[in-house]
């Protein structure tokens, strides 16, 4: 079952308007929990607004070139409402105790990833594409051997079973380009 709105716009897939996908090589993540988010009343799938909890904040995970993944599935059921299954990698290239813990103990957790492709307008409108809103992220597969991938550990998020997410993505904008990745920079130190 569908839970079918009107169509909103034209759908325009042509050389002009095409993209060239992946993701910068600087993304956020941080615990769901310790995150409240603002959503656009009129655009649900938008957050206008992030705020971290006292003394919480986001993490940047940091990447080589095409290091940061992500994206969702669609999950259709007969007689329920379509959702999608949000997810998220990245590869670990530490570790020391710290990092090594950091990522053993890692749940429920909001990844958010900035889009190369930018409009060229610099609104920002689908840049900062955040998963796990609704439910959050965990590792789902974590798979670390010396003499594979060239030592290093690559880690999935994905959501527990069931638990999927009633849009693709949440876009993140606050205004325009700019102040959306200031405020997700500002994020990146704990808030009093």
Request: aromatic share 8%; proline share 4%.
């Amino acid at each position: 079952m569908t839970c079918a709105k009107d169509l909103a716009k034209i759908i325009v897939s042509t050389c002009e308007t095409q993209g060239v996908g992946g993701n910068e090589i600087k993304g956020w993540i941080g615990q769901r929990a310790d995150l409240t988010f603002t959503y656009d009343p009129t655009n649900p799938s938008k957050i206008t607004g992030i705020v971290a909890a006292t003394g919480k904040q986001l993490w940047t995970v940091t990447t080589s070139p095409r290091g940061l993944n992500s994206g969702s599935d669609r999950v259709t059921e007969v007689g329920l409402a379509d959702r999608f299954t949000h997810f998220g990698a990245f590869t670990v290239q530490e570790f020391d105790t710290l990092s090594v813990e950091n990522i053993d103990t890692m749940s429920d957790v909001v990844y958010i990833v900035e889009s190369k492709d930018k409009p060229d307008a610099g609104d920002g409108d689908g840049v900062f594409r955040l998963y796990g809103a609704k439910y959050g992220l965990k590792p789902v597969t974590d798979t670390n051997r010396a003499n594979d991938a060239k030592g290093a550990r690559p880690i999935e998020l994905g959501p527990l079973e069931g638990e999927t997410e009633k849009w693709s993505q949440y876009t993140v904008l606050d205004t325009d380009y700019a102040t959306t990745k200031a405020m997700l920079e500002a994020l990146e130190v704990p808030a009093v």
